[in-house]
């Protein structure tokens, strides 16, 4: 089975230019979390979407990141304009809310580098 | 908010030798989880735990819930060059809507 699913993998940038990551969560999970781990603060919650509804984004840093979850199988979190200090990998996860095993996959991440 | 506490933050062990490494919490959790990432991937469920004093092992690993449903730790025995990583613990309060909270991470380091 597929697990989750990040674009790109790599992404050097510019400072001022607009970044955009996508996720494809797993089949049939509802549940869909943006992650961004840095050394100096390890994993942070940005948002999550339940059935591609944002739920909780209190933890996007700026109004500079938004979110979007069109339909069940793509979300995008966008940085616009990027800054040097959004250097980071951003990690999309997805889970399934039934049953005692619905805990979180985690896709391989999409490494960010702002210059 | 919830804050978990992971230690130690880092360790260099010899090929063979048993790793603990623990997390505690200054909140009641009802789902203690362990995760490993090696270098450039995403973090990977290792262990989860769902009741108070619960035991699971997979493979080498063995983590185990905490009586006061505060704390867990994880052990590795007989670790092997390919346990390198951050171990990550993460918890679950029941009143969290599904959030995990996660831990700063173990940095494992083994020595052949």
Redesign the interface.
Known sequence: DAGVIQSPRHEVTEMGQEVTLRCKPISGHDYLFWYRQTMMRGLELLIYFNNNVPIDDSGMPEDRFSAKMPNASFSTLKIQPSEPRDSAVYFCASRFSGGNTGELFFGEGSRLTVL | GQQLNQSPQSMFIQEGEDVSMNCTSSSIFNTW?W?KQEP??????LI?L?KAGELTSNGRLTAQFGITRKDSFLNISASIPSDVGIY?C?GRTAGS????T????TQLTVLP
């Open positions: 989880l995760y450039g991937e995403g973090p990977v469920l989860a769902y990550f993460a809507a599904r959030q995990l996660f831990g700063s991470g």
